[in-house]
């Protein structure tokens, strides 16, 4: 098992890498442990090593308090480190995101505060308190993480960073760069033309791709995780950067693309990144140049509108060329580190319940049945996989339901000035400026106040028979909340529910040596979905018998009465 650990700016740069299940053996670092604990140890009573035990604990408790922010008794209550001053970095190097969800087992709170070195960080659990935050988005901000990923991994340009940096608070609007981006993205990304010529894409990339590793009759023997991962890759690269002349087709700059992801936590110290992230630098500096000729050769016009509008964005506040070919990093960090992990999760609850398998492949084959009564003869069965995830229901409930139990997203935050903050029950407490603030989404969805007593079963129909009224909207973080909901979730929906209908109807897919087993799980710093710790080989054949010889899967937006 690797462990990855670094710090740097906030908990965006505090990452790691570690099976889950070691976890439990570190929630001693946070302990309630009253402040004079340790006052007494150096006593000259003592034997010189607890004695000196407790002259360097009294020196950490003189350094925390000399150099951990004090604590106002209106802020959420403070806890305590066993270990004073670096305590809480310790565990958030060591256990990352289920650090503060040890904590707030332990504890019970609805929000806490963790002194850090020359900071804070204010965890919230509460559904309704993550409310009160996303409404004072504003303040409660996400901003300036856009700024510390573009300057640590992106490595844009000082120009580049000070147009990102402009008013922070938003009081302009949406009229300076990162607010106008955002804006544009989520525009080209609802459901409509632009979203529909994007799946049209995917959806031809996928088959077309399956089909080449398990031609008919044959089977293929695959590594689970980088399969996914290959062929994720690029559907969704080339649906946005256009098939002809993306750069990811290159597997040197995909390959250089992961292994930024890998070296994530490393880069962002911007120290010595050709030392200490050898790889990761490398296959930025790779993915850098493959974009700068990208954007060089005029291939923009063979690009979607989502890249061509944000080209524009780019330009008219006067980005480089170069800037824009580093911001295409941010754009496939966003666009994969994430669905290939909640792709991963979704084949695997489907293939390892065979129940569930039964229901959705008679689910899917139902509205096909239905659908080819009234369509013209033909060859091939056409699947219009948008007519399935409108008419099956329970497709979308699925996966979002595979992404409740396997989101492990913080939704971290700055305080751009002090706030007071309110749940249901009128309890307030004051956020203060400069503060870091996170809101892990696996708290949040495991909390029975809000999910019911079965909060932590997974329930692929928990979506078809939710009660709206009563599972408050802020709940649901698996795409965050507030100003930085995720502007790509429809996308993300839309290109899981099609794998997952081309993977039903047409394959079976087994491990090969022994039965499906949940795998130990892993939360990595760039991602929101936990990914399995080691990948394993899985068989991949064609469903026997099959029902139809032909398939040919489309999103034909045209065929469709109304939009989801
Ligand atoms: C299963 C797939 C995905 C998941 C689970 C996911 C999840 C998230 C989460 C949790 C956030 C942070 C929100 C917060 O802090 O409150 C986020 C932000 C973002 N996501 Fe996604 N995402 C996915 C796919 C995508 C795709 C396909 C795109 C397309 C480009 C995308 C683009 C973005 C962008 C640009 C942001 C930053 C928003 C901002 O700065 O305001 N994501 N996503």
């Known amino acids: 098992m690797q462990e990855k650990a670094t710090a740097g700016v906030g908990i965006n740069f505090i990452g790691y890498t570690k099976a889950q299940s070691d976890t439990d053996q570190l929630e001693n670092n946070a302990g309630f442990v ?106 409660v901000s996400f901003a300036p993480y856009v700024v510390a990923f573009a300057k640590r991994i992106l490595a844009a340009g000082q120009d580049s960073i000070r147009l990102l940096s402009e008013d922070l608070l938003e009081d302009k609007g949406t009229t300076t760069l990162r607010p106008e981006t955002m804006k544009i993205m989520h525009q080209v990304m609802i459901p409509g033309d632009c979203l529909d010529e994007l799946m049209q894409t995917v959806l031809n990339d996928v088959s077309r791709s399956l089909d080449t590793v398990i031609t008919n009759g044959n089977q ?29 087709k290159d597997p040197a700059v995909m390959d250089g693309f992961w292994a930024v992801d890998k070296d994530f936590a490393l880069l962002g110290l911007e120290f010595l990144p050709g030392l200490i992230a050898s790889a990761g630098n490398r296959g930025r500096e790779r993915f850098f140049d493959a974009f700068r000729k990208y954007y060089a050769t005029d291939s923009l016009q063979t690009a979607s509108h989502l890249i061509k509008a944000r080209y524009e964005v780019n330009r008219k506040h006067g980005v480089s060329d170069e800037d824009v070919a580093h911001f295409d990093l941010g754009v496939c960090t966003a666009l994969l580190v994430n669905t290939v992990p ?60 595979v992404l409740r139990v396997h989101s492990n997203s913080m939704s971290a935050r700055f305080l751009l000035q002090d706030k007071v903050i309110e749940d249901d029950k009128g309890a307030a407490y004051l956020l203060k400026k400069g503060s870091f603030l996170a809101m892990p989404s696996a708290r949040v969805h495991a909390s029975s106040a809000a999910w019911g007593p079965n909060a932590s079963t997974f329930d692929p129909a928990r979506f078809l028979h939710l009660n709206s009224d009563k599972v408050p909207k802020s709940a649901y973080r698996a795409f965050g909340g507030g100003h930085a909901l995720c502007p790509g979730r ?75």
């Open 34 to 139: 009253p402040e004079c604990t340790y006052m007494f140890a150096g006593h000259a009573g003592y034997s010189p090593p607890v004695r000196l035990t407790g002259l360097l604990v009294l020196t950490f408790r003189v350094l925390h308090h000399l150099f951990v922010a004090s604590h106002d008794p209106e802020e959420p209550p403070l806890i305590q480190p066993r270990i004073p001053l670096v305590g809480h970095v310790i565990g958030l190097l060591r256990n990352g995101n289920s650090y503060h969800s040890n904590i707030a087992k332990k504890c019970g709170r609805p929000i806490f505060t963790l002194g850090l070195p020359r900071g804070k960080m204010y965890i919230v659990i509460s559904p309704d308190l993550v409310t009160a935050c996303d409404r004072r988005a504003k303040i």
């Open 220 to 248: 293929a023997v695959v590594p689970m995780f980088q399969w996914i991962r290959s062929f994720v890759g690029i559907a969704s690269t080339n649906a946005i950067y256009g098939s002809e002349r993306n750069p990811m």
């Open 342 to 401: 909640a792709v991963w999760w979704t084949l695997y609850h489907v293939f390892s319940d065979e129940a569930l398998l039964v229901e959705l492949r008679r689910g899917i084959e139902a509205t096909v049945s239905a659908q080819s009564e009234s369509s013209e003869p033909s060859s091939a069965t056409s699947i219009d996989v948008p007519h399935v995830i409108k008419t099956f229901p329970l497709l979308d409930s699925f996966v979002k339901e």
């Open 490 to 564: 429809h996308f993300a929906m839309n290109e899981i529910m099609s794998i997952l209908i081309i993977m039903v109807i047409k394959y079976d897919v087994a491990p090969l040596d022994s039965g499906w087993e949940i795998p130990e799980t892993r939360d990595h710093i760039s991602t929101s979905v936990t990914t399995p710790a080691k990948d394993f080989l899985v068989r991949i054949q064609p469903r026997k018998p099959s029902q139809y010889l032909e398939w040919d899967f489309t999103w034909e937006p045209k065929k469709r009465t109304m939009r989801r």
